[in-house]
């Protein structure tokens, strides 16, 4: 299973797979209809005051990961979907609509599963 993040802003591709929009809020500046993907899983985003908190900054990452990752071990039907979604295809893109491409809670999320479920090892 091969795991990726990508902001919502940028260009789809044919290389994407699933494509599951992992942000509790839905992105600025762009309409439902005119956004390419599979699924909005918002279950998956951290909590509204860990996303405040966080607001993707370096310094936090570390404490950020810890508290969202025990947030999403609680979140069994969330993690649940995206095993089935996984099974049935080889590629996942996980969408996000921060600034920030490498502090954010995608490339958290995609961290969790790799390291806590065997299917979405590398």
């Known amino acids: 299973m091969d795991i990726q993040i990508k902001r919502v802003?940028?260009?789809?591709?044919?290389?994407?797979?699933?494509r599951i929009l992992v942000d509790g809020i839905w992105p600025?500046?762009?309409?439902?209809?005119d956004l390419y993907l599979d699924l909005?899983?918002?279950?998956?985003?951290?909590?509204?005051?860990?996303?405040k908190w966080?607001?993707?900054?370096?310094?936090?990452?570390?404490?950020?990961k810890r508290l969202y990752f025990a947030e999403l071990e609680g979140k069994a039907e969330v993690l649940d979907k995206l095993t089935a979604i996984a099974k049935h295809n080889k590629k996942l893109t996980l969408l996000y609509?921060?600034?920030?491409r490498q502090y954010n809670q995608a490339a958290a999320l995609k961290e969790f599963l790799e390291n806590e479920f065997e299917i979405f090892e590398k």
Do not use: C, M
């Open 9 to 18: 802003y940028d260009p789809v591709s044919q290389n994407d797979g699933a």
């Open 28 to 33: 600025r500046g762009i309409k439902k209809k």
């Open 40 to 51: 909005w899983l918002k279950g998956a985003a951290p909590s509204t005051s860990l996303r």
């Open 54 to 64: 966080f607001s993707h900054k370096e310094e936090k990452w570390d404490k950020f």
């Open 97 to 100: 609509s921060a600034r920030n």
